[in-house]
């Protein structure tokens, strides 16, 4: 199915609704801000109330902006307010209180503000459609605390990336997101579940079929055009595709000092003003420091790489989810999975790997130890966790 029959068929889910939920899981620059902006418009040309939340400020800012843009292209204006901490500036209406938001409900399309502000029993029923962004950072039961407000639910997001972390003591089941427990331990949600947005704006299609066949069942293709996009010029690194750069180090845990030597080299080769960045409509420009980022699964690495490399934006998995690169430098640091200081489930967790590798648009370059694409693992589960960094190493180019 096309994007475009994909987004009508979501719009024709979405106003079908009756007392009950629809599902959209949008893998990586897979347009899932697109769809929903677009849904949304639809529900309020038909005259429906709005309410938008996420488990952050700025991820509920990010998609109220592109409504707000496409109503202004529709020529329809829209009535819109946010209960947000004041820290950022918008062309709508942006309260502090809760108060000041519930007294507004019969005079506005949409309201939007974080969960524990749709828990509040002034917003009972208030709203036509509860739209979740990133629903698979939200638990289950915080989902249902947010319901109450809601006819309908349209939970938007990816269980396949990074969850986010809970705190306190969850009755059992609950603890995991809406969408994973719609999922069922299944990477990708069916056609008769919900909606699955199939096709990446971002990726190469090397980058992509890893991906793809790692986390989304194969499931998860490029656009035409992306395969365009690569890296040229005086560079060991031109191309496309997955790259492994392989750093001998011992002892290490959360910090590499080798691996960072190495990237600083790497950076220093790639920002030379003699690499150049093609586009996906072949458009050639020099490669700067702002087309990379770097990122580690821990925090004394990322310190050691801003210290060394204050020009290029660094940080951990977490950071960077949402975002995207032209090349993607991933430094792993930890010498090997028996010196990793959280164990195998963090070094190797599915999800942190697939923000991390798709994040990329041209190129993923892994720097790691040798080491971590051969683990010793002890149990079925083990292998199942370090599956992914191997197929990486049989697919990458060295």
């Known amino acids: 199915m096309n994007q475009g029959n994909l987004l009508e068929l979501t719009k024709e889910w979405s106003e079908k609704l009756d007392h009950s939920y629809l599902p959209i899981q949008g893998p990586p620059g897979s347009g899932k801000s697109f769809t929903a902006s677009r849904m949304i418009m639809h529900l309020i040309l038909q005259g429906k109330k709005i309410g938008v939340t996420a488990m952050s400020h700025k991820v509920i800012t990010a998609l109220l902006e592109k409504v707000w843009r496409l109503a202004e292209e529709m020529n329809h204006p829209i009535r819109l307010i946010q209960k947000a901490d004041g820290s950022m500036e918008v062309p709508w209406e942006s309260v502090l209180e809760a108060k000041k938001l519930i007294d507004s409900v019969n005079r506005v399309n949409i309201l939007a503000g974080t969960p524990f502000l749709w ?210 430098i991933y430094s792993v640091a930890t010498s090997s999975p028996e010196d990793a200081p959280r164990g195998m489930e963090f070094l190797y967790s599915p999800n942190r790997f697939n923000v991390a590798v798709s994040r990329a648009k041209a190129l993923f370059i892994l720097v790691a130890s040798p080491s971590i694409l051969e683990p010793d693992c002890k149990s079925p589960a083990q292998i199942k966790l370090a599956n992914p960094f191997c197929r990486f190493g049989e697919l990458a180019t060295y």
């Not at 595709?241 to 002892?251: A, D, E, N």
């Not at 490669?287 to 050691?304: E, F, H, M, R, T």
């Open 119 to 328: 828990a509040n029993e002034g917003l009972l029923g208030s709203v036509d459609y509860l739209v979740i962004d990133e629903a698979g950072q939200l638990s289950l039961i915080d989902t249902l605390a947010c319901g109450q407000a809601a006819r309908n639910l349209i939970l938007l997001g990816d269980p396949q990336q990074l969850q986010q972390s809970q705190q306190g003591v969850h009755p059992d089941g609950t603890e995991v997101s809406a969408l994973a427990h719609i999922l069922q331990g299944q990477k990708t949600i069916s056609e008769e579940q919900g909606i699955f947005l199939a096709k990446t704006w971002r990726m190469h299609p090397a980058i992509c079929e890893f991906d793809s066949e790692q986390f989304y069942e194969g499931k998860l293709h490029a656009i035409p055009g992306l395969e365009n996009q690569m890296i040229c010029g005086n560079t060991r690194f031109g191309g496309s595709g997955l790259r492994f750069l392989p750093v001998s180090h011992q002892g290490n845990t959360s910090s590499s000092t080798e691996e960072v030597a190495e990237i600083i080299q790497l950076v220093t080769e790639l920002c030379n003003g003699d690499v150049f960045i093609v586009d996906s409509k072949g458009k050639e420009k020099v490669l700067q420091p702002s087309d990379i980022k770097i990122i580690s699964p821990y925090n004394a690495q990322v310190g050691l790489l801003q210290t060394a490399l204050p020009q290029i934006q660094i940080g951990t998995v977490d950071k960077f989810q949402g975002q995207e690169a032209p090349v993607i």
